[in-house]
């Protein structure tokens, strides 16, 4: 992930799910849009922004988690990525001119810049080459998002977590490390926590995983994707 803030890089880890947009943009267009960026700070569980609040802005997150989502009528929330430093989110909104059709909440601290639309208006209208890198970015968040609707459609318990692991691991080489904890996977998953915490036993038992404080470090794609895995009758998670 792009990091326009000088923090330092980790080329071998990402967040879930990978935003791609302002990622599209080189490093003085980054820079550019951060330094008219307006910091401010959330706390944890704090809302960074509602369903139907107009998208006047996208949010580049500086440090922290959020998680992004909706809250259904009974007032759970359903998690669809978690996202972290050097991520951005809101961006299609504001390029489509419609009403945020999310909820975002802070995952603890949290420090997030409010970058304006018409900053970014003048940067495209300045350089229309960096349109087509932002629709070459929003081709591949496209795909990412579909093959994670056809992940939830086809598969069940461990396979899903499984699955996802690898998606979220993209090509990049192994070991491979994902910012992501159990509940956030079982938040993404459809799972428990529970679940979650027995796939990734059984995983790392097998050498696909290490677990790690808030990561996970994928070494083995092909025992995640080759092996079918489901319970066992004793009660215990086993691999076909």
Do not use: C
Not at 120 to 148: C, K, S, V, Y
Request: charged share 20%.
């Amino acid at each position: 992930m792009s990091d326009i803030l000088q923090i330092a890089k980790n080329p071998t880890s990402r967040s879930v799910i990978k935003a791609t947009l302002f990622d599209g943009l080189g490093p003085d267009q980054q820079a550019r849009l951060a330094a008219q960026g307006v910091l401010r700070r959330f706390a944890a569980g704090q809302i960074i922004q509602q369903r139907g609040d107009d998208a006047r802005g996208f949010w580049l997150i500086r440090s922290g988690q959020v998680a992004v989502g909706q809250f259904g009528p009974d007032g759970d929330f359903d998690a669809v990525a978690l996202l972290g430093p050097g991520d951005s989110y809101g961006e299609l909104a504001m390029l489509a001119g419609s009403p945020r059709v999310v909820d975002a909440v802070a995952q603890g601290s949290v420090e997030a810049m409010l970058i304006r639309a018409d900053a970014l208006e003048r940067l495209l209208a300045e350089d229309p080459a960096t349109m087509r890198r932002l629709l070459a970015g929003l081709a591949a968040q496209l795909q990412e998002t579909i093959d994670m609707v056809v992940l939830m459609r086809r598969s069940q318990g461990f396979e899903r977590i499984a699955r996802l692991l690898v998606i979220l691991s993209g090509d990049r080489p192994l070991p491979a490390s994902i910012s992501i904890t159990q509940q956030g996977l079982a938040d993404l998953t459809g799972t428990s926590r529970q679940t979650v915490n027995e796939a990734l036993r059984l995983f790392e038992d097998h050498g696909a995983i290490r677990r790690g404080y808030g990561a996970i470090v994928l070494t083995d794609r092909r025992i995640l994707t080759a092996t079918p895995w489901r319970r066992g009758q004793n009660g215990l998670s086993t691999p076909v």
